[in-house]
């Protein structure tokens, strides 16, 4: 058993978001859980390797909530239909799952002595209510996975060593500001498949924040919404309801390298708002309602990949994609996706994809009216 575990523990954890949890296995399989403190055998900050399965599995003989599993600082209590957060967690666990029981508000002392908690996955219950002071205990908590669950505001006082935040699939309406304040260490917040409209994120609600991922799709905007992170590396605002990007909307993301926009209602992109995106390397623009490649895009020297896909595109230019010249461009295309696009590709000039890798990163045709 020890020997399968470790196995398990040495494979990456997957990086595609959004964050679908279809198993308990699947979240432990991080290779952050290697970094686990081990203060008692070391004295160090973090170790880094395998830690001491013998010294670790000893832990859980006395201590594990009925019905659990408990093995290697790992607490699995899901799916056990738990109205409440369970008591006699043992308090060197560096994982608590919870998820998919009926858990319908977090108490002030629900996690009383859980100093040592690296991750905390309450995803599908029906929380609706956080005491205020309910993460207080969780001064090491990395990862806060509370998705799919009856959220109508971002939980009160979050630790200061969180780094990603997982909390799609709520009914949060409003992002007010100072809501993240403190949290140096984030750089990653899912917050898609709630109410949100432009309206929603108040001035400054994402001051202090140093974020390099944000995902805030299947809500509904109108507009990219304003005062995002700088920091940004990948925004997905995908399957909302933005109808155009204008030139001051991406003015303040130059480290972009991943834009997601598909699914949307965009009929126009104005002239020159791609030139504030010098780092992006992938641009999806599918199922919209362009009729004509954005301009701008020969100018991105380090763009790898473009979907536009499912748009009304008619016509392709011989400079739309590639820069006039050679040795412009710094990274050539593997991937250009324009079928379902009502395009006579047989009159797209051959030259139009000089900068491409292989003619097999263009997709090409398979229109239906």
Known sequence: MRSLWLLAAL???????PFEQKGFWDFTLDDGLLMMNDEEASGADTISGVPDLDSLTRTFSAMCPFGCHCHLRVVQCSDLGLKAVPKEISPDTTLLDLQNNDISELRKDDFKGL??????VLVNNKISKIHEKAFSPLRKLQKLYISKNHLAEIPPSLPSSLVELRIHDNRIRKVPK????GLWNMNCIEMGGNPLENSGFEPGAFDGLKLNYLRISE???????KDLPETLNELHLDHNKIQAIELEDLLRYSKLYRLGLGHNQIRMIENGSLSFLPMLRELHLDNNKLSRVPAGLPDLKLLQVVYLHSNNITKVGVNDFCPVGFGVKRAYYNGISLFNNPVPYWE????TFRCVTDRLAIQFGNYKK
């Open 348 to 351: 797209v000039q051959p030259a």
């Open 178 to 181: 100072g809501v993240f304040s």
């Open 219 to 225: 809500a509904k905007l109108t507009g990219i919404p």
């Open 115 to 120: 100093q040592h908690l690296y991750a905390l």
């Open 11 to 17: 494979l990456a954890l997957s990086q595609a978001l």
